[in-house]
Structure formats: C-alpha cells, structure tokens
C-alpha cells in the first residue's frame, strides 16, 4: 500500500558528505513520522534520525552536530544530509515511515525502505 525509495548510498572517503532520500508513495493518507535507522554488521538497528510532522526532531549522540534530517512534506520525501562521516558510520541505512494509511477505515502502520549501503573507507 506504501512504499518507501532510497537512494544517495554510496562509498565516501572519511570527512565526506553524502546525502540520502527517501520518497514514500501510495495510499497516504498522512506520514505521521519518517525517519533513518542503520545496521552495521553484527550489530542491531538503531535509530538515526527522525523527524514528525509536528517538527519534533531527534538524533542519536553518535550524529549529532553531523547529520541533518529535512522533510518536504510536499514531496513525501525525508532527507539525510551527512557530513564529517567517519568508518563508524559505514552500516545499511533505512527510511522509516510511520504512515496512516488512506483505507477505510485508516489504519496507521510502520513501513521499511530496502536498505542502502554507506561505507565510508579511504
């Protein structure tokens, strides 16, 4: 019913930049929440950076000061700007979205992107 597209992975030098985007589409009725998590190898998912529609913003420690999470809500589109990136932040990086759904009635559910790999190596 919705589906999230990622793209702006890629391989990146420490101190680089890279930008991630992630567009939701289909029967949206409204995207309460989008956000990023990561997965490095071995270790579980965690959270990134998310973003609500009332503007709350939240980032892990690990990022903060680094990374910049913006939302065009015209768009359906969330966006990760990543700056500084250092090997630590090599992992898959997930678009989440917390999406009530246009169905009668509404439901609301969690929706995952399929992953783009960010490896920050020199």
């Not at 101190?15 to 998590?37: D, E, K, P, V």
């Not at 559910?109 to 920050?120: A, I």
Request: hydrophobic share 35%; with cysteine.
């Amino acid at each position: 019913q919705v589906q999230l597209v990622e793209s702006g992975g890629g391989l990146v030098q420490p101190g680089g930049s890279l930008r991630l985007s992630c567009a939701a589409s289909g029967s949206i009725f409204i995207i309460n929440a989008m956000g990023w998590y990561r997965q490095a190898p071995g270790k579980q998912r965690e959270l990134v950076a998310a973003t609500t529609t009332g503007g709350r913003i939240n980032y892990a420690d690990s990022v903060k000061g680094r990374f910049t999470i913006s939302r065009d809500n015209a768009k359906n589109t969330v966006y990760l700007q990543m700056n500084s990136l250092n090997p630590e932040d090599t992992a898959v990086y997930y678009c989440n979205a917390l999406v009530t759904v246009a169905t009668i009635p509404p439901t609301v559910t969690t929706y995952w992107g399929q992953g783009t790999q960010v490896t920050v190596a020199s």
